[in-house]
């Protein structure tokens, strides 16, 4: 579809289906999403079933709008919506978010009828303004009309410090109050390995650009993380913060070895979409197991690696593989499905 041909049919769509796309005919439609930051459910209370929309595409655009027709629509008319990318690094796809990824989710969320957009992160590799700059993301920004924040820039007064109970943070978190303001926020995360001690980095840990790498008191929270033992389990906890009303991972291509910035790049050629990180990054694992990534990501069961076993232990997301529904659109979508169940039932 052209982007002039999707904006004219969603703006004819009117207001009730904010992503303006059909209820998927499986289920039916969501009640409208929880605040962006309440609390996901007391440990232990994992959902029962997640829908995880898998495309096989050539192309980001394509991908992105066809996942986004597989699922039960968001409202956005209204809404202010932050859309927090992989902005880890300057380095191309998928060493950090595609701009054609994060252009067709602006655009989505205009035809939604979004009040407000905002596009926001903190690199953990270099100035996040420097970032911006580098991959054209300022003058996207001024283009469509949208803001860009790197979150270091702001203020102290900015951030609010956020405890996690039964947490292993020394002194809580420092997270951005942008976000707590937020009505929704879209996680658009890439398929990679971590060599840096995180294994994987997927929607679970997309989250640690969220928040404030020091304190006023110039506690510095990432060296704490990459120098802790737990550092998986802290990546989970993060994602105690906020609730995403959506997470989109772009797999066209992905690091199976090295990353988050370069690495051995395989080429799986799908696009997820759902609103479960446990369960998008468990079935993000299965695809990277498929395209042969290495030990530690490819021991085990999918619901052992730490990041996951955690967040299952928050009530982040389902508990088991048997609770993930995996949805598609194409011949070679159901062939992908196939191996991802296999690899999920293997574990």
Not at 138 to 144: I, L, T, V
Request: glycine share 12%; with cysteine; charged share 20%.
């Amino acid at each position: 579809m052209s982007r002039r041909r999707f904006l004219t049919t969603a703006a004819a769509a009117g207001g009730a289906l904010a992503f303006r796309w059909p209820h998927r005919s499986s289920g039916s439609p969501r009640a409208a999403a929880a605040p962006a930051t309440a609390p996901p459910g007391p440990a232990g209370a994992v959902p029962t079933q997640a829908t995880v929309a898998l495309i096989q595409a050539g192309e980001h655009r394509d991908g992105v709008l066809r996942a986004l027709h597989l699922l039960d629509p968001v409202q956005l008319r209204g809404k202010f919506v932050i859309v927090k990318p992989n902005l880890n690094s300057s380095h191309p796809f998928p060493g950090s978010t595609h701009e054609d990824t994060l252009r067709t989710l602006v655009e989505v969320c205009q035809a939604g009828g979004a009040r407000d957009i905002l596009i926001a992160d903190r690199s953990g590799m270099g100035d996040t303004e420097a970032v911006i700059r580098t991959k054209g993301l300022d003058k996207m920004g001024r283009e469509m009309g949208v803001r860009i924040l790197g979150l270091e820039t702001m203020p102290a007064s900015g951030w609010t410090r956020r405890t996690i109970p039964g947490g292993h943070w020394q002194q809580g978190l420092l997270f951005p109050s942008v976000f707590e303001q937020a009505d929704l926020i879209i996680s658009t995360c890439c398929l990679k390995t971590h060599r840096f001690g995180g294994q994987f980095t997927l929607s679970l840990k997309n989250s640690v650009g969220m928040v404030a790498r020091h304190g006023p008191d110039g506690h510095d929270y990432m060296r704490e993380m990459h120098g802790s033992p737990l550092q998986r389990t802290l990546i989970a906890e993060i994602n105690t913060l906020y609730r995403p009303a959506l997470i989109v991972l772009d797999g066209l291509q992905a690091f199976v070895d090295g990353g988050p910035e370069a690495g051995k790049l395989a080429r799986p050629g799908v696009v997820l979409a759902g609103t479960d990180r446990v369960a998008v990054d468990a079935v993000g694992v299965a695809l990277l197991r498929i395209h042969g990534v290495g030990a530690p990501v490819s021991q085990g069961g999918i619901f052992e690696q730490e990041q996951i076993r955690r967040a299952v232990e928050l009530g982040l997301g389902v508990g088991s593989p048997a609770a993930i529904e995996l949805i598609t659109d194409s011949a070679e979508g159901r062939a992908v499905v196939a191996s991802v169940r296999a690899e999920l039932a293997r574990s």
